[in-house]
């Protein structure tokens, strides 16, 4: 299909991606954004037929701009002067608001291969920046690939990451570039050699015990169940893409033994979050029981997030599109950072770490939120490799010493 290009279509483009980065796909229709825009609800067929057309055509604008910047990126003399540029320039656009790609899944067919292929080389282009910077001795020996989805992964949860979060100071494009241009350069050690061990498995610290002949334990067993695969699904695919026939049919039963459980997928999302947030929870309690070192503390804590993310059983990640979270669960993620931002504190005066903001700590985690989208093309990968070669990044940066 023909694009018609025009000022009104890259505002509409924009006041898309902006409605989806914010509340989601579901809450997105023509009807919605001929409101948002202040249009005529008619003025929007010029362009698209039907909100399938819309979705694709604002995921085609997003990839089309990540090209136009990856051209520009590349245009530059060495590895590292085209990963800085192309991070910049990404920041740059969040003025004119790219949007996320969570729930590229929702398209229909053609529509849904062609992002697909489209973000996957844009990805691969990346990963073939960090390689040439491998190959010319500026950038450390890792898998380009994984540190490329990585690397968006945390560019686009920094479109969103501000819905969940109460910033005391505005974050700006300067801000944000310094903080993770700096930190995919040179890490967040102090020292460059890092030999911290991970024992803990991510699987062994969120284990249940239930007893089968319980019908009480054998009921809590079964919702447990709905809710892994619930979290794996939303975190592929997004939740307007993920439908509870979709969850009944990766269990192998129907919708009506989902429904029989959760009285609706709002209800669902809810339990998964509470679920995510338990374990989110174990892995800094667990790192905090295990080293009295503040910096081993981040790294566990990000490594146990990092295997549970490449996971079969992933909790849920913060995807963009939940603005009615209950107030339990926003207290409870004030806490979670509260913790991290101790924690990090309590590094800084060790000098674990650089002098470095507290802010590359929970931008990081976008690293692992995008992990299932990864994971699903690279079953290959063990867990724990990912988790190792993800840390090593976020502990020693690219930059070869």
Not at 113 to 142: H, V
Not at 266 to 282: F, G, P, V
Not at 301 to 321: E, M, R, T, W, Y
Not at 325 to 331: A, E, T, V
């Amino acid at each position: 299909m023909s694009i018609k290009r025009n000022a009104f279509y890259d505002e509409m483009m924009i006041a898309t991606a902006k409605i989806m980065n914010d509340r989601g796909i579901d809450a997105l229709s023509l009807g919605e954004l001929a409101t948002y825009m202040g249009k005529a609800r008619n003025s929007l067929y010029h362009y698209v037929k039907d909100k399938n057309e819309l979705i694709w055509s604002c995921l085609c604008y997003s990839c089309e701009q990540r090209e136009l910047i990856l051209e520009q990126a590349e245009s530059h003399p060495t590895a590292q002067k085209q990963l800085l540029r192309y991070i910049e320039l990404v920041l740059h656009q969040r003025e004119a608001v790219l949007a996320t790609t969570s729930d590229y899944a929702i398209l229909t067919e053609p529509y849904r291969s062609e992002i697909e292929l489209r973000l996957n080389s844009n990805n691969q282009r990346l990963g073939q920046i960090i390689l040439n910077g491998q190959n010319t001795g500026e950038f450390k020996t890792c898998d380009a690939n994984v540190v490329a989805h990585a690397l968006n992964s945390i560019l686009e949860w920094s479109m969103v990451w501000e819905n969940w979060s109460s910033p005391q100071k505005p974050h700006s494009k300067e801000a944000l570039f310094d903080i993770i241009s700096d930190w995919i350069v040179h890490g967040i050690a102090q020292d460059s050699q890092i030999s911290t061990p991970f024992p803990h498995d991510s699987s062994d610290l969120t284990h249940f015990e239930y007893n089968p002949f319980k019908k009480e334990d054998a009921e809590k067993q079964k919702r447990q169940i709905i809710i892994e695969v619930a979290s794996r699904l939303f975190n592929r695919y997004g939740f307007g893409a993920t439908s509870m026939e979709q969850i009944g049919r990766s269990l192998g039963t129907s919708k009506g033994t989902i429904y029989s459980r959760f009285a609706d997928k709002t209800t669902l999302i809810h339990d998964c979050y509470t679920e995510a947030l338990n374990k989110y929870e174990a892995f800094i309690k667990v790192a905090c029981d295990n080293s009295d070192n503040n910096f081993d503390k981040l790294l566990s804590v990000f490594h146990l997030n990092c295997q549970a993310q490449a996971s079969d059983k992933p909790p849920l990640i913060l995807l963009s599109g939940f603005e009615q979270l209950p107030r339990k669960h926003i207290i409870r993620l004030d806490g979670i950072v509260t913790k991290l931002s101790s924690i990090h504190s309590q590094a800084l005066k060790q000098k674990s770490v650089k002098p470095t903001d507290i802010r590359i700590i929970l931008l990081c985690s976008g690293a692992f939120f995008g992990l299932q989208r990864w994971r699903q093309y690279h079953p290959e990968r063990s867990k724990r490799d990912i988790a190792n070669e993800l840390t090593t990044i976020f502990a020693t940066g690219l930059k070869l010493e």
